[in-house]
């Protein structure tokens, strides 16, 4: 469904802010604005109090991907259902483009946000389209990277469920990670094995000079 294309807004959000690392992009009205991408139109209507507001929806998007990265369906559909409630959109049919020579629009569901400020746009956004995702692929299509201490949020789209991490680059990252772990417990185990070995041999070496004592 194309409405789920809204779900990047969502995740955008989300990913300014990096707790495990205590790194935060959020602090400044221009990075709200940042947000918005294309649609300029949207971004001039942020102020120095949308910052606060974007962190605050931000804590609650976040919510919504550890619920489902931890197997709670319910509660991840429960706090976008929240979401949703309070921050309104209007579909819309629109046709921006054109599908033939005739020069006929290419028509498609457009999401139509009236608000009050720059905040509540942006989110009504974000939570309609993450909805339609959740709705089209699943909620386990909604994840947190597993490469610690990363944690950033991720829209699974693979065609096996297969997703694991929201970039190639941390998929490398926990692979070389992965591979080094395994060297160094098959290198223990080696070294465990060569000191026992080398703890029988002087074992058996000592039996065969124990003196032996035979009778009178």
């Not at 509540?120 to 490469?147: K, N, S, W």
Request: hydrophobic residues 35%; aromatic residues 6%.
């Amino acid at each position: 469904m194309e409405l789920a294309y809204y779900s990047d807004y969502a995740v955008r959000l989300v990913n300014t802010e990096e707790p495990a690392r205590g790194k935060d992009t959020l602090t400044t009205v221009e990075a709200v604005r940042d947000l918005f991408g294309g649609n300029q139109s949207a971004a001039r209507r942020a102020t120095d109090a949308d910052v606060t507001r974007f962190r605050s929806v931000r804590a609650r998007l976040r919510a919504v991907f550890e619920a489902a990265d931890g197997g709670d369906e319910t509660l991840a559909v429960d706090l976008l259902n929240s979401l949703l409630l309070e921050f309104p959109v209007s579909p819309q049919i629109s046709g921006h483009d054109h599908r033939d020579e005739d020069d006929r629009p290419l028509w498609h569901m457009h999401l139509a946000d009236h608000p009050s400020n720059a905040t509540a746009g942006y989110a009504a956004i974000a939570a309609m389209g993450l909805a339609f995702h959740l709705t089209e692929y699943g909620v386990d299509r909604l994840g947190l990277c597993e490469a610690a201490p990363c944690r950033n949020a991720y829209l699974d789209t693979s065609t096996n469920r297969s997703r694991r991490y929201c970039s190639d680059r941390c998929a490398t990252r926990a692979n070389v990670a992965a591979y080094r772990a395994r060297k160094r417990l098959e290198a223990d185990r080696s070294d465990s094995t060569g000191l026992a070995a080398d703890s029988a041999q002087r074992s058996t070496a000592s039996g065969e000079r124990r003196p032996s004592f035979g009778g009178r």
